[in-house]
């Protein structure tokens, strides 16, 4: 059982961050925000991903101008991105859910008041959110790209904002390799109690990006840090939310389904790939915690189905079917998929 960091609860909009809370999972969209339509179509995408917040960028006045056609017809909360023209965030603060602002480049310490003041008349939170590659010129100048400037400067305008009596805050130290996101993140946890949001930043395609925020986020989630979080993938937006929700699902942090299957050896009976393939397919929806087995041969998978709700173990030409370690079924192979997946249906009936 993962012990998490206790950290103060913010709430955007409906969704509760920190605390005891569930970790939430977000992305954001890439139209242009002026284009309300493009705009609200993907949030709505990420909305049947199964995304809990959702962020845009506001880069002009007519983006945010937008966001009140958009605020109000999102199922999701928005969340504005400002960077450098804090006037947008003041404009941007009469509609959203939550600002995120950039330290490094919001402009000074009279502009982050001024977001500070509209925020607060709204209840809004802030995420304080500090990235390596656009830190203050003097932390940089000092310590180069590091986790200790990251946490210096995430200290510095945490503090910032205390003084302002705003303690509605959530953070975030972002850089683009696993080493120094996880550093930060770890130097900074002790020091202060706001929820942090997880993230890699600029992490790359799909495949690149799933392993750098499986490691960063493993290590951090592990440690009980982190209180939401987004996978960057340069690519569709539902990836995001996919890889996400796997790695919460597959550290136990969220329920669902958990597939146990055995690497391809010379023991196998079976052609296996397209079996574990198609039971996931089939499950991928399925809400219910649901541990399943599904293994080539009889080596492992007796023993495996001890710990499994549902197992296949393959022989030559036919398998059995396992419900908590007991057979409760044996099928020629070409059946033996169907027979499961009737058995996972019927499991699910009995356990929602």
């Known amino acids: 059982m993962i012990k998490r960091y206790p950290t103060r609860k913010i709430k955007i909009r409906n969704v509760e961050i920190g605390g005891d ?24 995408r990420l909305y049947f991903a199964g995304a809990d917040l959702v962020r845009v960028a506001v880069l002009d006045d007519e983006d945010a101008k937008a966001l009140k056609t958009i605020v109000e017809k999102s199922p999701l909360p928005v969340i504005a991105d400002i960077h450098f023209n804090y006037k947008l965030g003041l404009e941007a603060a009469k509609y959203v859910d939550a600002l995120r602002i950039n330290p490094g480049n919001i402009g000074g310490k009279e502009r982050v008041r001024e977001i500070v003041k509209a925020c607060k008349e709204r209840n809004l939170p802030i995420r304080i959110g500090v990235n390596a590659g656009s830190l203050e010129d003097h932390l940089e100048n000092k310590y180069g790209q590091t ?24 953070v975030s130290l972002k850089a683009s390799d696993v080493l120094r996101t996880v550093e930060a993140y770890r130097k900074l946890r002790p020091l202060v109690d706001y929820p942090f949001h997880l993230g890699v930043t600029e992490a790359g395609t799909k495949f690149h990006a799933t392993i750098k925020s499986a490691a960063a986020f493993g290590a951090l989630l592990l440690d009980g840090i982190g209180d939401t979080l987004r996978v960057s993938i340069t690519g569709e937006l539902e990836e995001e939310i996919k890889v996400a929700k796997a790695i919460l699902q597959d550290l136990g942090l969220i329920k669902g389904v958990n597939i146990i299957s055995c690497p391809t050896c010379g023991r196998i009976e079976v052609d296996l790939p397209p079996i574990v393939e198609a039971v996931e397919k089939a499950t991928k929806d399925i809400k219910v915690p649901l541990n399943l087995s599904v293994m080539g041969c009889v080596v492992n998978a007796l023993g495996e189905a001890k710990e499994a709700d549902l197992a296949i173990a393959c022989g030559k030409g036919y398998g059995l079917i396992l419900k908590k370690g007991e057979i409760i079924g044996k099928y020629k192979e070409k059946e033996l998929l169907s027979k499961f997946l009737e058995e996972i249906n019927k499991y699910v009936k009995e356990n929602k």
Do not use: C, R
Request: proline share 4%; hydrophobic share 40%; charged share 25%.
């Open 147 to 170: 986790p200790k400037a990251m946490v210096e400067s995430a200290l510095w305008h945490i503090k910032f904002l205390e003084d302002l009596d705003f303690f509605d805050i959530k």
């Open 21 to 44: 809370a569930p970790i939430s999972v977000q992305s954001m969209t890439y139209s242009k925000t002026k284009d309300i339509n493009s705009t609200l179509e993907q949030i709505n």
